[in-house]
């Protein structure tokens, strides 16, 4: 499976999400004086310099220093700017954590903070880039939304929603061009998952990058086994559309999570967690990077590795069926 590539032609690719981003921020910032990046070193990788070219006032470069990045950037929230810090996730979710947790949460600054080039977008730069903590650490963090984008339409919607929101938002991206999933649906808001394929027997619940593989695999599962998946883009992973995921385990089907990040702390164990303290008891499988050594390789390679693709997924689902 390559995230490049087209493999369902009722599918129109587009572009990368941080390309979308980028020219989502043009479009605000032409209206609106108060739209400001800040960077880390990061306007080349962030898809910012047309951005930068544009509107040379309104971009604020701190070098590679992710803690004053999101230091400045809570300052200048404060100052009743809309501020995008935008940056490498693995840095900044991991160096500027005790800004992120002090200097925006809790001091209830509204900052929007870009983690760009997300989960193991890096590929083979390894360990050190990849960003599989950023949903564990950010998720015990009072006081942030956050996000993670399927397609370019959700990033587009998310990226114009987080600028009227006045509240810290963890926002995160990869670097590959993406599909649209599903132009029919086109409502979004933060907190609400996003269904792109309707079914009966069974539930995949993803979010960023993994929902087009697990697209393709409830496909997959419909023309080759007659098993009907509900695919759902949990775009926003903190608050959870817990109405929604009751409404998922209501029949008692199973249920597998897909997410580019740990298996530990993420997508999969806040669903797990509410619906087990709910009472539900439904088949149930968390699919993401297990807690290992990451094997090194690009981003489709690792996916494939550890079963994050539409073969993999699809046979993840029967097993769990005919369990």
């Known amino acids: 499976m390559e995230l490049d590539k087209i493999e369902e032609k009722d599918l129109k690719m587009g572009k990368a999400n941080q390309d979308v981003f980028s020219e989502t921020m043009q479009a605000l910032a032409e209206t609106d004086r108060n739209i ?29 220093a992710e803690q004053n990045l999101v230091g400045v950037a809570a300052g200048l929230a404060s100052a009743g700017k809309k501020i995008f810090a935008v940056s490498p996730a693995c840095f ?46 950010l998720r015990a963090i009072n006081n942030i939304i956050i996000v993670a984008p399927a397609d370019n339409f959700e990033t587009e ?8 929101t006045k509240k810290p938002i963890y926002m995160r991206y990869g670097k590959k061009a993406m599909p649209f ?52 883009s949990m775009h926003t ?26 298996v530990n702390g993420g997508l999969g164990e806040a669903c797990a967690s509410y619906l087990f303290q709910k009472g539900m008891r439904n088949p149930f499988k968390i699919m993401g ?12 390679e690792i996916f494939n590795h550890y079963g994050i693709s539409k073969d993999g997924i699809c046979k993840t689902c029967i097993e769990l069926i005919n369990k």
């Open 36 to 64: 400001i990046a800040v960077t880390s070193d990061s306007r080349g990788s962030g898809k910012l310099v047309p951005f930068g070219q544009k509107y040379p006032n309104q971009i604020v470069e701190v070098g590679i």
């Open 92 to 137: 900044l979710s991991a160096r500027a954590l005790e800004q992120i947790k002090n200097d925006v949460c809790y001091s209830d600054n509204p900052v929007t903070l870009v983690g760009i080039s997300a989960g193991i977008s890096y590929g083979a730069l390894g360990t050190t880039h990849h960003s599989l903590h950023d949903f564990a650490v």
């Open 157 to 164: 919607q998310a990226v114009r929603l987080a600028a009227k």
């Open 181 to 232: 999933l599903d132009e029919s649906n086109t409502s979004f808001e933060f907190g609400k998952g996003r269904v792109v394929r309707e079914g009966n027997d069974l539930a995949i619940i993803a979010t960023g990058e993994t929902v087009y593989p697990a697209w393709l695999a409830a496909k997959k599962l419909e023309d080759e086994h007659g098993v009907k998946a509900t695919v759902v």
């Open 237 to 262: 992973i903190k608050p959870l559309d817990v109405k929604l995921l009751e409404e998922l385990a209501a029949n008692g089907r199973p249920i597998v999570t897909v997410e580019e990040h740990m």
């Open 289 to 300: 990077i297990p807690d290992e050594y990451t094997v090194t390789g690009s981003q489709v």
